[in-house]
């Protein structure tokens, strides 16, 4: 399992081999950013991302479901190169 170090809140992931800090900043919006995200919409999609980022072993730093937009901040834990 990866661990953390660095200065500044341990920025950096470290394994056997390598360094390495794998950031994601990810927004998404709905069509003609309408005002759809809100009450039994938004909880189902912050639920969602959760369950779908601990599946892929994504680590979230930041999700905010507003009425028109998701932003999201996620680093990956991956053991392995990334792949196309």
Do not use: N
């Amino acid at each position: 399992m990866p661990y953390l170090f660095g200065m500044a809140q341990g920025k950096y992931r470290k394994l056997s081999h390598v360094v390495y800090q794998c950031t994601y900043h990810i927004v998404w919006v709905p069509k003609y950013r309408f005002r759809i995200l809100t009450g039994a919409i938004r909880d189902m999609v912050e639920k969602d991302i959760r369950t779908l980022s601990e599946w892929k072993e994504v680590e979230v730093i930041e999700l905010s479901v507003q009425p028109e937009h998701v932003h999201l901040v996620v680093l990956e834990l991956t053991r392995f190169g990334r792949q196309a």
